[in-house]
């Protein structure tokens, strides 16, 4: 079983920057992607982005291309998502998401993900 703790959120000016951060403990040996979604009240839940575990190979979802950047620190088993410029429209709860190996659901789709945390608030004011 694979334990996810997000961090990092908070609140921000519009133009801002915020870092969450993604720590992962269990049984990670079946892990093989790394995702960021969101959710906003009265929406559905989101991808923001997502990474390989073995090639660090990145997807991002085109509202936050350019300004939002996925990242892992193997060593320490803990995932990244920096996030600058960010706009009101990102205010939402951002939750972290392992995918396993045997997943064959696309990488931007919830049902990719077998192991998510318990999310972290992110609100940007105007």
């Known amino acids: 079983q694979v334990q996810l703790v997000e961090s990092g959120g908070g609140l921000v000016q519009s133009g801002g920057s915020l870092r969450l951060s993604c720590a992962a403990s269990g049984g990670t040996f079946s892990v093989d992607i790394w995702g960021w979604f969101r959710q906003a009240p009265g929406k559905e839940r989101e991808f923001v982005a997502a990474i390989t575990w073995s090639g660090g190979r990145t997807y991002y979802a085109d509202s936050v291309k350019g300004r939002f950047t996925i990242s892992r620190e193997s060593a320490k088993n803990t995932v990244y998502l920096q996030m600058n410029s960010l706009k009101p429209e990102d205010t939402a709860v951002y939750y972290c998401?392992?995918?396993?190996?045997?997943?064959?659901?696309?990488?931007?789709?919830?049902?990719?993900?077998?192991?998510w945390g318990q999310g972290t608030q992110v609100t940007v004011s105007s």
């Open positions: 998401a392992a995918g396993s190996v045997y997943s064959t659901s696309a990488y931007d789709t919830p049902a990719r993900y077998a192991y």
